[in-house]
C-alpha cells in the first residue's frame, strides 16, 4: 500500500520540486549578466529608498543581493519558505480526504488494513517527499553557488535545512483540519490561506517592536532565517517546537481519523 502512495503522490511532488529548482536555474543563470558595477551601485541607492523596517522584514538589511548568494538569502529564500509551505499543506490537506472524494475510500476500507494503518503510511510518504524536495532543493543550490562564486557553506547549509522546520508542522496542522472536512476544494483553498497568512504575520512581526508578539502565531517563525544567518546555528528551541506541533497535530489526526464518519 505504502508504494502505492508513493506514486500516486508523486507527479505533484516532480511538479512543485522542478518549479522550485526552474525559477532557481534561471536566475543562476541570468544573475551573472544583470550583475555589474552600475546595477549594484543602483540597487544600493533604490535600498536607502526602502525603510529599515522593510528591509528587516526581507532581511536585506544583513546582506546584499549584489551576488546570487546574497539573492538566496533574501529574496530566493521567501520563495523557498512560502513553495514549501504551500506543497507541504496542500499534501496535509489532500493526502486522506482524496480517498474520499475519489471514492476509493471503499476499496481501502475492503482491504485488512486498519485506519490507523492507512494513515500511518499516508505520514510516511508525505513526510518523505517534504524532506526530499528540501534535500534536493539544498543540493542543487549547492552545486549552483560553488559554480557562481563564493559562498559560507555552513551558513548555506543550515540555511537550507530551515524550510522543515515550517514543513512538517504546516503538514500535521493541515491534516488534522482535513480530518473535519470532506470536501478537497475546501481544503486546499483553506490550505492555501493558512500558509499565506503565517507568512504575511511573520512578516508583520518585524515591521515594529509594537507587533513583535505576532510572530508567536506565525509557524513561518520557526524558520528563523535572520537567526541563522547572525549566528551560524539553528535555535534549538525552533526544532524542539517544530517537532512537538508536528507531533501534536498527528496524534490528533490519528485520534479524530479514526472517529470519522467516511463517505
Given at each position: 500500500m ?14 512543485w ?6 525559477m532557481f ?5 541570468i544573475y551573472?549578466?544583470?550583475i ?35 539573492w ?7 520563495f ?6 504551500i ?6 490537506s ?10 476509493t ?21 508525505c ?37 522543515i522546520?515550517?514543513?512538517y ?17 475546501k ?17 508583520i512581526s ?11 502565531f506565525?509557524?513561518?517563525?520557526l524558520?528563523d532565517l535572520?537567526?541563522?544567518?547572525n549566528?551560524v ?31
Amino acid at each position: 500500500m505504502i508504494k502505492r502512495e508513493f506514486k500516486v503522490n508523486l507527479k505533484s511532488f516532480v511538479i512543485w520540486t522542478s518549479i522550485l529548482i526552474g525559477m532557481f536555474l534561471i536566475v543562476y543563470l541570468i544573475y551573472p549578466y544583470i550583475i555589474n558595477d552600475d546595477t549594484v551601485k543602483n540597487m544600493d541607492e533604490l535600498m536607502k529608498v526602502f525603510p529599515d523596517k522593510i528591509l528587516k522584514a526581507f532581511n536585506m538589511d544583513m546582506t546584499s543581493i549584489s551576488t546570487a548568494y546574497g539573492w538566496f538569502k533574501t529574496e530566493g529564500f521567501m520563495f523557498v519558505l512560502i513553495i514549501v509551505g504551500i506543497y507541504s499543506s496542500i499534501l496535509g490537506s489532500n493526502i486522506v480526504l482524496k480517498e474520499e472524494s475519489n471514492k476509493t475510500i471503499e476499496y481501502l476500507s475492503s482491504l485488512p488494513v486498519t485506519r490507523t494503518k492507512i494513515m500511518t503510511n499516508k505520514i510516511i510518504v508525505c513526510i518523505t517527499y517534504i524532506t526530499l524536495m528540501v534535500l534536493l532543493l539544498g543540493i542543487f543550490n549547492y552545486i549552483s553557488l560553488c559554480i557562481s562564486g563564493e559562498f559560507a557553506h555552513k551558513q548555506f547549509i543550515l540555511i537550507s535545512i530551515t524550510p522543515i522546520l515550517i514543513g512538517y508542522p504546516l503538514f500535521a496542522f493541515n491534516l488534522f483540519i482535513s480530518t473535519f472536512l470532506h470536501k478537497i476544494r475546501k481544503t486546499t483553498v483553506l490550505s492555501l490561506g493558512i500558509v499565506f497568512l503565517f507568512y504575511i504575520l511573520n512578516v508583520i512581526s518585524e515591521l515594529s517592536e509594537k507587533v513583535e508578539f505576532i510572530k508567536y502565531f506565525s509557524i513561518y517563525t520557526l524558520s528563523d532565517l535572520r537567526g541563522v544567518i547572525n549566528n551560524v546555528s539553528i535555535n534549538p528551541i525552533n526544532i524542539i517546537l517544530s517537532i512537538s506541533i508536528t507531533i501534536l497535530f498527528i496524534i490528533l489526526s490519528y485520534i479524530r481519523y479514526n472517529k470519522k464518519e467516511l463517505i
